[in-house]
């Protein structure tokens, strides 16, 4: 019997956390652009029990997408996404922020929403870093929750000379998702399936640990000193609320982005962490 499909994207600690809370006896499906962090992460998911396969893929290229798309399928019907791949402002320019972050997770969701099984369920991972920024126009929200992937990057709003560093890269990005979320939602409807995105603050991986080593680390440090938690957060923490929206308990949530950043929005708004 064919099992059902967990298609993983990004090999990093908040894929994995998810990955292990939801995907046990299913077919785990992996991919990252590092070959060598999907080998790590398989290799302590096999040994826990896990069913995982794995392919070198890049989140930045439909063509690379929709190859690993079609070899998960050789496994069995897809019945959930987590994308938890993904580059932060410390890690890479704007181009690749945007093409990565940006263009690749909408293309994504795009792709996955017309093979996705009924009943299916996806979880992307935005940032609470894109709540910071100031709310765009109207029309620049519906820009990035409707337009075709293929011309969301000849966006005037999102042309190098518009975008003031990689965190405002970043931040446009991660509203991107926010918006793709809502919209492709309505679609994923049509197969009986839902996709919601988390937002997560400061969660300690290889990720923010290039955070607290760049050129904003103090910035972090202070973040998560001030922040009503006190703490940066876990991937075990992040997979608490992926476990939400992915099971039946979830099953009127759909559309959704859930803020999970130890208070840290609501101090920089109102609380000891205003800018
Ligand atoms: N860690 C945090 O504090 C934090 C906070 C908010 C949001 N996020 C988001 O969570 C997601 C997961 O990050 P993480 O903290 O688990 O980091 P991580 O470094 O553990 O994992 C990220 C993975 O994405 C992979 N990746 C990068 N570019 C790729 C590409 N083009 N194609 C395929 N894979 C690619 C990396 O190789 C890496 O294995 C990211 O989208 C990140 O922006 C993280």
């Known amino acids: 019997m064919k099992k059902e499909v967990m298609l993983v994207v990004g090999a990093g600690q908040i894929s994995?956390?998810?990955?292990r809370r939801m995907g046990a006896g299913k077919k785990i499906v992996m991919g990252d652009k590092k070959i060598e962090n999907v080998q790590a992460i398989a290799k302590v998911?096999?040994?826990?029990g896990y069913d995982v396969e794995i392919q070198e893929m890049d989140l930045s290229s439909r063509e690379s997408i929709v190859s690993f798309i079609e070899y998960a399928?050789?496994?069995g019907e897809i019945s959930m996404l987590v994308n938890g791949a993904g580059v932060s402002p410390s890690q890479a320019p704007i181009s690749v922020i945007l093409n990565v972050d940006l263009y690749g997770t909408a293309v994504l969701l795009e792709e996955v929403g017309?093979?996705?099984k009924e009943g299916g369920v996806g979880v992307t991972i935005s940032s609470q870093s894109g709540w910071r920024m100031p709310q765009l126009t109207p029309q620049q929200d519906r820009a990035l929750a409707m337009t075709p992937c293929e011309e969301l990057l000849e966006l005037d709003f999102l042309q190098e000379e518009n975008i003031e560093n990689t965190l405002h890269a970043y931040q446009l990005?991660?509203?991107?998702n926010e918006k793709r979320v809502m919209y492709e939602a309505i679609r994923w409807s049509e197969r009986g399936a839902r996709l919601n995105a988390i937002a997560p603050g400061i969660i300690v991986t290889p990720l923010a640990i290039d955070e607290f080593n760049g050129p904003r680390g103090d910035f972090y440090k202070n973040m998560f000193a001030k922040c009503p938690a006190r703490r940066p957060g876990t991937a075990d923490e992040v997979a608490n609320?992926?476990?939400l929206l992915m099971s039946d308990k979830g099953?009127?949530?759909s559309g959704s982005t859930f803020l999970m950043d130890?208070?840290?929005t609501a101090s920089y708004y109102y609380g000891p962490l205003q800018p």
């Open 16 to 19: 994995m956390a998810i990955a």
């Open 45 to 48: 998911m096999n040994e826990a």
């Open 73 to 75: 399928k050789s496994f």
């Open 114 to 116: 017309k093979v996705i």
């Open 173 to 176: 990005a991660k509203r991107c």
């Open 241 to 243: 609320v992926a476990e």
């Open 251 to 253: 099953a009127f949530i």
């Open 262 to 264: 130890g208070g840290a």
